[in-house]
């Protein structure tokens, strides 16, 4: 990895932010030229699968990086990875990754009364003990479109809600304190997978696009179906660790420097940013 990416580390005031709201925005994670050239590749891969569609309007795409350069770059990326390693340490891996499409809702179809409040990682929620849960994840999504107001299939949150294995409130209703995430096209969002979210409809005319990473521990199962065999020519030793290589099955748990290349980079170029 380039070096230049410390200047991107964790800072104590973003730290704060993530523990207590359960999210942090990055804004203008990527640039402008990198929208248009993810948000071609995104439309790319819309037409290909529409047939993947989901009620609602929405394409809920995974299984892609190895679609295009530009894909691969991201697990890495600059102005995030950094805030993730700050979050998580060095023992981990790319867990999971989705584009997400949503396009204008139809007149016809009656609007949901309330969102799809979840937590992620599925039955993790329901066999695990302890309340809180364990953190075990973060995701970071890119947001391609402008979702600087309301109405526009935000990504919506608790802000506060990862601390709390319930969302008590109505069921016929969204909790009082939900609220859209807006932001610019470019702004990255990095969020716990206990924070309590849902997508919302796209009431507007513009088609919201989407793309995410999500990051664990090595030793959780990653729920991508691509493995390190996919990319057989990844010879990058940090982005091996995160495309799940390791020695053997022990190398997950209990793993030797050759399995976490990013524990020995850290300690040469950013040893203060880990705790």
Same mark, same amino acid.
């Given at each position: ?7 991107? !580390? ?8 993530? /523990?207590?709201?359960g ?10 030229? /990198? *929208? ?29 990086l ?25 023992? %981990?891996?790319?867990?999971l990754?989705? *584009?997400? %499409? ?5 007149a ?6 309330r ?13 695990? /003990? ?7 994840s ?11 107001v309301?109405?526009?299939g935000?990504? !919506? ?8 294995n ?6 016929d ?8 995430? !807006? ?19 796209? %009431? ?8 995410f ?20 020519? !990844?010879?990058?030793? %940090? ?18 420097p050759?399995? *976490? ?5 850290? /300690? ?8």
């Open positions: 990895m380039d070096p230049s990416c410390t200047e991107h !580390c964790l800072t104590d005031a973003e730290r704060e932010a993530f /523990e207590r709201d999210f942090l925005l990055v804004p203008d994670a990527l640039s402008a030229v /990198e *929208v248009d050239r993810l948000t071609g590749l995104v439309d790319e891969m819309g037409r290909r699968r529409a047939s993947e569609v989901e009620p609602g309007g929405r394409l809920h795409l995974r299984d892609f190895h679609d295009d350069p530009m894909f691969m770059d991201l697990l890495d990326w600059p102005t995030t990875f950094p805030k993730i390693w700050g979050i998580l340490g060095w023992h %981990i891996q790319l867990y990754s989705h *584009v997400d %499409i949503t396009s204008p809702w139809k016809e179809q009656p609007l949901p009364k969102l799809g409040w979840h937590q992620d990682s599925g039955r993790v929620n329901l066999e695990m /003990e302890g309340n809180p849960r364990p953190r075990l973060v995701k970071v999504g890119y947001f391609l479109s402008d979702v600087t309301p109405g526009r935000n990504f !919506c949150v608790v802000p506060g809600s990862h601390r709390r319930l969302l008590e409130g109505p069921g209703a969204d909790p009082p304190d939900a609220m859209p995430v !807006c932001v610019a096209p470019g702004t990255a969002v990095l969020f716990d997978r206990r924070l309590w979210h849902a997508p919302s409809p796209n %009431i507007s005319t513009i088609t919201r696009k989407a793309v990473y999500g990051y664990s521990y090595r030793w959780l199962r990653p729920r991508d179906n691509l493995r390190i065999e996919d990319y057989p020519d !990844c010879h990058d030793p %940090i982005r091996r660790q995160l495309l799940g290589a390791s020695r053997d099955g022990h190398g997950y748990s209990s793993p030797e050759g399995d *976490v290349p990013l524990k020995a980079w850290l /300690e040469e170029h950013a040893a203060g940013s880990v705790q």
